[in-house]
C-alpha cells in the first residue's frame, strides 16, 4: 500500500506544470563577448526580464555593453543608427520603433536589467540580442526566440 501512495505521489509531482523562467541573466565581458548565444522567451510569460552584468573592468566610455533586442532584419540598421545617436542615448535612436527593448550601458562592474512586454514578440519571427556599443554588434550578438 506504502509503494503505491509513493508512485502516486511521485507520479503527480511529474506531472506539474513547469514554472516558466521570465528572466534571464546575461554577462558581457572586456573582450566583447557575450556568455550566451540564445534566449528563449517562455511563450507563458506575459513579462521578460534581462539582467546585464558588465564582469570587467573598463569603464563605459571606452568598453560599455548594452542590450538591444529587435527583429534580426533589423539589427545591423538598428546598430548604424544607434552609433550616430551616442552614449547619452545608450547607442540606440530615440524612439525607434524597431527596436523592441534595451539596457542602459553600462562599464566594468555595473549591472542593469529590462523588462518588457512578451506580447511585443512573435512565434516564428527571428530576433536578435545585441551590444550596439560601436563596433560590438558584430560579435556581439545572439538570438532571441518564443519558446514553448
Same mark, same amino acid.
Not at 509531482?13 to 541573466?25: D, N, Y
Not at 526580464?49 to 533589423?74: F, R
Not at 527596436?99 to 530576433?127: C, M, N, P, R
Given at each position: 500500500?506504502?509503494?503505491?501512495?509513493? $508512485?502516486?505521489?511521485? $507520479?503527480?509531482?511529474?506531472?506539474?506544470?513547469?514554472?516558466?523562467?521570465?528572466?534571464?541573466?546575461?554577462?558581457?565581458? *572586456?573582450?566583447?563577448?557575450?556568455?550566451?548565444?540564445?534566449?528563449?522567451? *517562455?511563450?507563458?510569460?506575459?513579462?521578460?526580464?534581462?539582467?546585464?552584468?558588465?564582469?570587467?573592468?573598463?569603464?563605459?566610455?571606452?568598453?560599455?555593453?548594452?542590450?538591444?533586442?529587435?527583429?534580426?532584419?533589423?539589427?545591423?540598421?538598428?546598430?548604424? /543608427?544607434?552609433?550616430?545617436?551616442?552614449?547619452?542615448?545608450?547607442?540606440?535612436?530615440?524612439?525607434?520603433?524597431?527596436?523592441?527593448?534595451?539596457?542602459?550601458?553600462?562599464?566594468?562592474?555595473?549591472?542593469?536589467?529590462?523588462?518588457? /512586454?512578451?506580447?511585443?514578440?512573435?512565434?516564428?519571427? *527571428?530576433?536578435?540580442?545585441?551590444?550596439?556599443?560601436?563596433?560590438?554588434?558584430?560579435?556581439?550578438?545572439?538570438?532571441?526566440?518564443?519558446?514553448?
Amino acid at each position: 500500500m506504502f509503494a503505491k501512495l509513493a $508512485l502516486t505521489a511521485t $507520479l503527480g509531482l511529474v506531472s506539474l506544470p513547469a514554472l516558466a523562467a521570465c528572466e534571464v541573466t546575461i554577462e558581457g565581458n *572586456d573582450a566583447m563577448q557575450f556568455n550566451q548565444k540564445q534566449i528563449v522567451v *517562455d511563450k507563458t510569460c506575459k513579462q521578460f526580464t534581462i539582467h546585464l552584468k558588465h564582469t570587467g573592468k573598463i569603464p563605459k566610455t571606452a568598453m560599455g555593453h548594452n542590450v538591444v533586442i529587435s527583429k534580426k532584419a533589423d539589427e545591423k540598421a538598428v546598430a548604424t /543608427d544607434g552609433m550616430t545617436a551616442g552614449l547619452d542615448n545608450n547607442y540606440v535612436k530615440p524612439n525607434d520603433s524597431r527596436v523592441i527593448a534595451h539596457t542602459d550601458v553600462i562599464g566594468g562592474g555595473e549591472s542593469t536589467s529590462v523588462t518588457f /512586454d512578451v506580447a511585443k514578440l512573435q512565434a516564428g519571427e *527571428d530576433y536578435a540580442f545585441f551590444c550596439s556599443f560601436p563596433g560590438h554588434w558584430a560579435v556581439m550578438t545572439g538570438k532571441l526566440g518564443l519558446g514553448s
